[in-house]
């Protein structure tokens, strides 16, 4: 199985920070990478797919970038909205595994 | 407007059984391959199983396999998973999901909590 590794576990931010998250593939992915993001209580929303793209009504402050192994979630203006989970999922292979999650609090 | 509303969770014990089902709507089944996606309380989530569009192919994560049967009724707009011989750890909210091309998980039903304990 691949596994999937998150970077930061949490991060502390201010609203209009830019912040980065990374996603390490133990293995090549290719360009099979997608990002969610969920908020207390509720189902996940993918935010990115395909590594890069921008999934249909997302703000353009959410991007990512990245092929392989290694890739990144930036927002690049937090907004008070953003402050959630995000976790990123490889669709390479099954299982199609996700890494632990990454926790943006507001500092 | 595409929904997805999954039922049939509850309390069972160790070594139970439960079905749950996701009844889909707004668009047509038969046209996506369908997932479990699972998050056991305060923890991350986990991709459980997914369908081919016509039943032909199913996949599983190694922890339920032997375990966990996924199906689909497409004329009854439907997805189950079968689930026996329940532990403890298999405790979670199970999200019914639609596949996209290539695998991203667009569209999320609102889970159905399972809670396996004596």
């Known amino acids: 199985d691949i596994q999937m590794t998150q970077s930061p576990s949490s991060l502390s931010a201010s609203v209009g920070d830019r912040v980065t998250i990374t996603c390490r593939a133990s293995q090549s992915v290719r360009t099979f990478l997608n990002w969610y993001q969920q908020r207390p209580g509720k189902a996940p929303k993918l935010l990115i797919y395909a590594a890069s793209t921008l999934q249909s009504g997302v703000p353009s402050r959410f991007s990512g970038s990245g092929s392989g192994t290694d890739f990144t979630l930036t927002i690049s203006s937090l907004q008070p909205e953003d402050f959630a989970t995000y976790f990123c999922?490889?669709?390479?292979?099954?299982?199609?595994?996700f890494g632990q999650g990454t926790k943006l609090e507001i500092k | 407007e595409v929904q997805l509303v999954e039922s049939g969770g509850g309390l069972v014990q160790p070594g139970g059984s439960l079905r749950l089902s996701c009844a889909a709507s707004?668009?047509?089944?038969?046209?996506?391959?369908m997932s479990w996606v699972r998050q056991a309380p305060g923890r991350g989530l986990e991709w459980v199983a997914n369908i081919r569009e016509d039943g032909s192919e199913k996949k599983y994560v190694d922890s339920v396999k032997g375990r966990f049967t996924i199906s689909r009724d497409n004329a009854k707009n439907s997805l189950f998973l079968q689930m026996n011989s329940l532990r403890v750890e298999d405790t979670a909210v199970y999200y019914c999901?639609?596949?996209?091309?290539?695998?991203?998980?667009?569209?999320w039903g609102q889970g159905t909590l399972v809670t396996v304990s004596s």
């Open positions: 999901v639609r596949d996209e091309k290539d695998g991203p998980l667009h569209y």
């Open positions: 999922q490889q669709s390479y292979s099954t299982p199609h595994t």
């Open positions: 707004g668009f047509r089944l038969s046209s996506y391959w």
